[in-house]
């Protein structure tokens, strides 16, 4: 699902897996205030490879959060630097609409 209003997130996210992904286990994804991941929120659990897509809950608060961080991991560690998307939420107003109801 998605979610619509303004100042909380909600929806899937995908992303395209590393060209060289031969190590790579599973996925990780935060919520952040900053690309670097400082004071990060995982969100879910890990997302095992092969699977390029995880959701963010309805009604999930998006203060203080700016960014959608998702790190990779290997069977030693959790990638250090995350490949990071700035989040836009945004809110619009339908004017003027029209519904003919033809039952």
Do not use: C
């Not at 998605?2 to 996210?13: H, I, P, R, S």
């Not at 560690?77 to 998307?85: G, H, V």
Request: aromatic share 8%; charged share 20%.
């Amino acid at each position: 699902g998605q979610d619509l209003d303004l100042g909380d997130l909600g929806g899937n996210v995908y992303w395209d897996p590393a060209p060289d992904s031969s190590l790579v286990m599973g996925y990780l994804m935060y919520l952040s205030p900053d690309e670097a991941g400082t004071a990060r929120s995982q969100v879910g659990g890990e997302v095992p490879f092969g699977k390029n897509n995880a959701s963010i809950p309805a009604e999930t608060p998006r203060a203080p959060h700016e960014n959608i961080l998702l790190y990779s991991r290997s069977s030693l560690a959790e990638q250090t630097t995350p490949a990071a998307l700035a989040i836009e939420d945004v809110n619009t107003l339908v004017t003027n609409f029209t519904f003919i109801d033809q039952d």
